[in-house]
C-alpha cells in the first residue's frame, strides 16, 4: 500500500513539473511565418524540435522549467540562433519575430537561415532566396529567366525558353504570389520584373502536391518582397558601363531602383521595384555599321499589404511591362532586313484575403487579372527567302496579339484532428477565363537552292482575324497526414475541367518523406503523380487562322506540284485531356559544418499529348465538309489535332551544398537526363520547314549537365568572392534541305558542348554616411565562344559552320544599400 502511495506520488511530482511553451512565430508585419523551424535545448544539451504550423504556432511539451536555448530558422528570414530564454510555469505565450532577409552585413549576431532538410514536403522542392539571386554572377543578372539556371535541372535554351526536368516552357505552372502569372495565350514565363524583388523562388517537380496542376514538368513559385515598419530604398547599376565590343561603346544598362517602407505603422505598408534594362547587341560576325542592334524594357512591380485585423489580411500587387526591340531577331545569318521590330506591354494586378481561425484554420479569396499585347512589325512586305547561307527578304508576319486572363481562387487549411497521427487537411478552387484576339497578315516566304533556284514557295490564304475564349475550372483536396513525428505521408486528389476538351480529368496524389530515426538529419522521399497540362489557345485556334498555299518546283525551275493547300482541323468531342505520369525518389542528408547532400531520381511519362499529324493518304482530298470549304483545290496535307503525342523523360541529379558562418554559401550539381518526344517539331502555320519523322530528342535535350556557384569570404573584411560555373552538352539541331524538309530525322545533330565561367569580387562599404557594394570580374573568363547558331543545310559549302556567342567581358557593377 505504501508502495503504490509512493509511486503515485511520484507521477504526480512528475506531472506538476511538465511545462507547456506555445507561441506564434511572426513577420515583421504580424504575418505568421508557417514551416518555421524551432528548436529549444536545455542546460544539459537535450534538444526538441517544433515546426510552426499554418498560423505560425507551435507548442512544446517540456519536462521541466528553466533556462533554454531557442533557435528558429526559415529560408529568406534572419535566424534567431540560441537565443537564451526563461521558461517558467503556466501556458505563457511567446511571440517570436522573424525579419526578412534584406542586404547581409558583416555580423555574428544577424545571420540568415541556411537551407535545411525540409519534413513538411514529400516532394523534391528546391528553393534559392533573394540573396543568392542577387550575388550568384549568373549571365545577365539583370535577368529573373537567366537566374533560374543556378538550380539544378533547370536550363535555358537558343530562344530565352526555360526549361525545368526537361519540360517545355509551357509545361510548368508559373505563379506571382500565389497567382497564375503565365502568358495566357502560350502559357509560358514571359513576365519581367526586377530580380531585387524576388523574397523567394521555388521550383517543384515530381509527385506534386495536389493544390498544383496545368504544369506535368513542375511549378516555378515566386514570392516578392514586403514592406515594414522601416522605410527602405537602394539602387543598382545606376551608372552605364563602357565595353568594348568592336570599339568602345555604353553596353547594357540596367538601373534598379527599390522603394519599401509603412504606410501606417503597425498597419500597412508598401514594396515598389522599378527595373530598367538597355541592351545593346553586337554581332562579332557581321560587318561594323550592321552589327548591332538595341532594346528597352521597362517594369514596375508594386505590392502592399494591409492588416485589417490580427486575424485579417489583405495582400494586394501590380507589375507593369512595357518592351521595344527593333530589328529583333540580327544574327550573322539574319541580315537587318530580315528582322522583326517587337513591342509588347503587360499588366497583372491582384488581390488576396487572408483570414486566420483557431485550430490551424485559414481562409484565402482572391482575384488576379493579367492582360498582354504583342506586336510584330516587319521591315518591309517582300518574301522571306531561305537559302543555304541564310536568309533575305522581309518577315513575313505582321501581328497584333492581345491575351488575358481572369482568376478566382479560394484554398483554405481545414481544422487539424488526430486520429493515428495529425491531419492537415487543404481544400480549394481555382476558376479562370482566358481570351485571346489576333490580326495578323502573313505575306510568305520562298526557298533557294545553292544555285539560287526557287524549290517551294509559300503564300497564305484567308483572314489572320480571330478570337477565342476558354473557361477552365479545378478543385482539390489534400492531406497531410504525420504518423509521426519523422515520417509524413501526403494523399490528395485534383479535378481539373475546361471547355476546350469540355470533361472533368481526376489526378491522384502521394507523397511520402521518411527520417529515419537511426540516421539523424536525413530525408527520404518520393512519390507518384498523375497530371494534366493545361490547354493551350494557341493550339485551339489554327484552324481559325491563315492556312498556307505551297507550289514545290524542280531543280530546273518548272512548277512540280501546286499551289497546294494546307490547313488546321479538330474534330469536335475526340479529345482527352494530356496526362503524364511522374516519379520521383530521393535522399536529402545534412551533414556536418552545414555540408548538405541530395541524391534524386525523376522519371515522367507523358501519353494523350496534343499532337497536329497530316491525315491525308498521298494527294487525295479531305473528306466533307473540309474538302467543300476549298474547291477545286489541291491538296498539301490536313493537319488534325490528335492525341498521339508521347514524351518521356529521365534524370538522375547529385547535389552538394554548403552554408559557411550563414552569410555565405557554395552548391555543385550533375544531372544526368533524357528527353525524347514523337512531336518534337510544333507543326504550325509560321514554323517553315516541313517534317516527315517526328521523333527524338528534344531541342532542350542535355544529357551531362555540371553546375557550381558561389558566394564565398575572402581573408579581408568586407570582401566577397563570387562564381558561377556551368558545363553541359550542346543542344541538338535539325538539317534542313533546300526545300525546307528535315533530313537524317529531326534533333540528328548537336552543337558543341557549352562551358562558361564567370568569377567576380565585391567589396561592400560606407561612404557619406551610406552603404555600398562594388563587385567587379570576368564573364566566361575562358573566352570559349558558345556557339548558338549554326548553317544547317547540306547544300551550302558552309555546312556544319558554327557563329554566334559571346567570348570573355569585363563587368561591374554597383549598388546602393541605402543609409547607415
Not at 506555445?22 to 511565418?33: D, F, I, K, L
Not at 545593346?280 to 508594386?302: A, F, H, Q
Not at 482539390?476 to 486528389?493: K, N, Y
Amino acid at each position: 500500500m505504501r508502495g503504490s502511495v509512493l509511486i503515485f506520488g511520484l507521477a504526480c511530482a512528475s506531472l506538476s513539473a511538465q511545462v507547456r511553451y506555445p507561441g506564434r512565430v511572426m513577420n515583421e508585419t504580424q504575418a505568421p511565418v508557417a514551416g518555421a523551424r524551432l528548436t529549444l535545448e536545455s542546460a544539459t544539451g537535450h534538444t526538441v524540435h517544433r515546426v510552426a504550423d499554418v498560423r505560425g504556432e507551435f507548442l512544446f511539451d517540456l519536462a521541466s522549467p528553466g533556462a533554454y536555448k531557442l533557435t528558429v530558422e526559415k529560408e529568406g528570414y534572419f535566424s534567431i540562433y540560441r537565443r537564451a530564454i526563461e521558461i517558467t510555469s503556466g501556458d505563457q505565450i511567446s511571440e517570436v519575430l522573424l525579419e526578412h532577409t534584406q542586404e547581409i552585413h558583416e555580423s555574428v549576431l544577424v545571420s540568415a537561415a541556411p537551407p535545411a532538410i525540409d519534413m513538411d514536403s514529400t516532394s523534391g522542392r528546391q528553393a534559392i532566396s533573394g540573396r543568392e539571386v542577387i550575388n550568384v554572377p549568373y549571365p545577365n543578372n539583370n535577368d529573373l529567366k537567366s537566374a533560374m539556371r543556378i538550380v539544378p535541372g533547370v536550363t535555358r535554351d537558343t530562344k530565352n525558353q526555360i526549361h525545368i526536368h526537361g519540360g517545355g516552357e509551357e509545361q510548368v505552372m508559373y505563379t506571382l504570389n500565389g497567382f497564375n502569372v503565365s502568358d495566357p495565350l502560350t502559357n509560358r514565363f514571359d513576365t519581367r520584373l526586377s530580380v531585387e524583388s524576388v523574397q523567394e523562388l521555388t521550383i517543384a517537380s515530381g509527385n506534386l502536391a495536389a493544390e498544383f496542376g496545368k504544369g506535368s514538368a513542375g511549378t516555378m513559385a515566386l514570392r516578392t518582397r514586403s514592406g515594414d515598419d522601416k522605410l527602405r530604398y537602394g539602387a543598382t547599376n545606376f551608372v552605364p558601363g563602357i565595353e568594348n565590343r568592336k570599339g568602345l561603346t555604353i553596353g547594357d544598362w540596367t538601373p534598379r531602383l527599390n522603394f519599401s517602407g509603412p504606410i501606417r505603422r503597425g498597419r500597412a505598408w508598401f514594396s515598389d521595384s522599378v527595373d530598367v534594362v538597355y541592351t545593346k547587341t553586337v554581332i562579332t560576325d557581321l560587318p561594323k555599321g550592321e552589327d548591332r542592334i538595341s532594346s528597352w524594357r521597362l517594369s514596375n512591380l508594386l505590392t502592399g499589404q494591409v492588416n485589417l485585423s490580427p486575424s485579417n489580411i489583405l495582400y494586394t500587387g501590380f507589375l507593369a511591362t512595357v518592351w521595344t526591340a527593333p530589328r529583333t531577331g540580327l544574327s550573322v545569318l539574319d541580315p537587318y532586313e530580315t528582322t522583326v521590330d517587337r513591342r509588347s506591354r503587360q499588366w497583372f494586378a491582384y488581390v488576396k484575403d487572408q483570414i486566420y481561425f483557431g485550430r490551424s484554420t485559414v481562409l484565402e479569396v482572391g482575384y488576379a487579372a493579367n492582360r498582354t499585347f504583342g506586336r510584330e512589325i516587319p521591315q518591309g512586305q517582300e518574301l522571306a527567302q531561305f537559302t543555304p547561307d541564310g536568309k533575305r527578304g522581309n518577315h513575313f508576319i505582321d501581328a497584333v496579339r492581345n491575351s488575358g486572363r481572369d482568376q478566382i481562387i479560394a484554398n483554405g487549411f481545414l481544422p487539424t484532428f488526430v486520429w493515428n497521427g495529425g491531419h492537415q487537411l487543404k481544400a480549394g478552387m481555382d476558376l479562370d477565363r482566358v481570351g485571346y484576339s489576333q490580326d495578323v497578315s502573313r505575306t510568305g516566304y520562298e526557298y533557294f537552292n545553292q544555285d539560287g533556284i526557287r524549290m517551294r514557295q509559300t503564300l497564305f490564304g484567308g483572314s489572320g482575324q480571330l478570337a477565342r475564349s476558354n473557361y477552365e475550372a479545378a478543385a482539390f483536396l489534400q492531406d497531410s497526414w504525420r504518423l509521426r513525428p519523422g515520417l509524413l505521408m501526403e494523399i490528395g486528389v485534383r479535378s481539373d475541367w475546361g471547355n476546350l476538351v469540355r470533361r472533368w480529368d481526376f489526378s491522384p496524389r502521394l507523397g511520402l518523406a521518411w527520417s529515419p530515426p537511426w540516421w539523424e538529419n536525413t530525408k527520404i522521399f518520393g512519390g507518384f503523380a498523375r497530371i494534366f497540362d493545361a490547354s493551350s489557345l494557341r493550339l485551339f485556334t489554327r484552324p481559325m487562322d491563315q492556312h498556307a498555299v505551297t507550289t514545290y518546283y524542280h531543280p530546273s525551275g518548272a512548277v512540280a506540284r501546286g499551289p497546294a493547300v494546307a490547313v488546321f482541323n479538330i474534330d469536335p468531342g475526340r479529345l482527352l485531356r494530356p496526362q503524364y505520369l511522374n516519379f520521383s525518389m530521393g535522399v536529402e542528408k545534412q551533414w556536418f559544418s552545414s555540408v548538405a547532400t541530395r541524391v534524386e531520381f525523376l522519371k515522367r511519362r507523358g501519353n494523350r499529348g496534343f499532337s497536329f499529324l497530316n491525315r491525308l493518304d498521298g494527294e487525295g482530298p479531305p473528306p466533307d465538309p473540309i474538302a467543300a470549304m476549298y474547291p477545286g483545290s489541291i491538296w498539301d496535307a490536313l493537319y488534325n489535332l490528335t492525341n498521339d503525342r508521347v514524351d518521356n523523360y529521365r534524370s538522375v541529379s547529385f547535389t552538394l551544398r554548403q552554408n559557411i558562418r550563414r552569410q555565405y554559401e557554395w552548391m555543385a550539381s550533375y544531372t544526368f537526363s533524357e528527353a525524347l518526344s514523337n512531336t518534337v517539331v510544333d507543326i504550325n502555320v509560321d514554323d517553315p520547314i516541313s517534317v516527315l519523322d517526328n521523333t527524338g530528342r528534344m531541342p532542350w535535350d542535355t544529357p551531362h549537365r555540371v553546375v557550381s556557384w558561389a558566394y564565398l569570404p575572402t581573408p579581408w573584411k568586407n570582401w566577397a568572392v563570387s562564381s558561377y560555373l556551368e558545363y553541359r552538352t550542346g543542344y541538338p539541331y535539325n538539317v534542313v534541305r533546300d526545300d525546307g524538309k528535315v533530313v537524317g530525322g529531326v534533333s540528328s545533330q548537336r552543337f558543341p558542348y557549352y562551358l562558361e565561367m564567370n568569377l567576380h569580387l565585391e567589396r561592400r562599404f560606407q561612404f557619406r554616411a551610406n552603404r555600398w557594394a562594388f563587385r567587379f570580374g570576368a564573364n566566361n573568363i575562358t573566352n570559349r565562344r558558345n556557339a548558338d547558331v549554326v548553317i544547317n543545310n547540306p547544300g551550302s559549302p558552309r555546312f556544319g559552320q558554327f557563329f554566334g556567342g559571346v567570348g570573355r567581358s569585363i563587368n561591374f557593377r554597383i549598388r546602393w544599400l541605402g543609409k547607415v
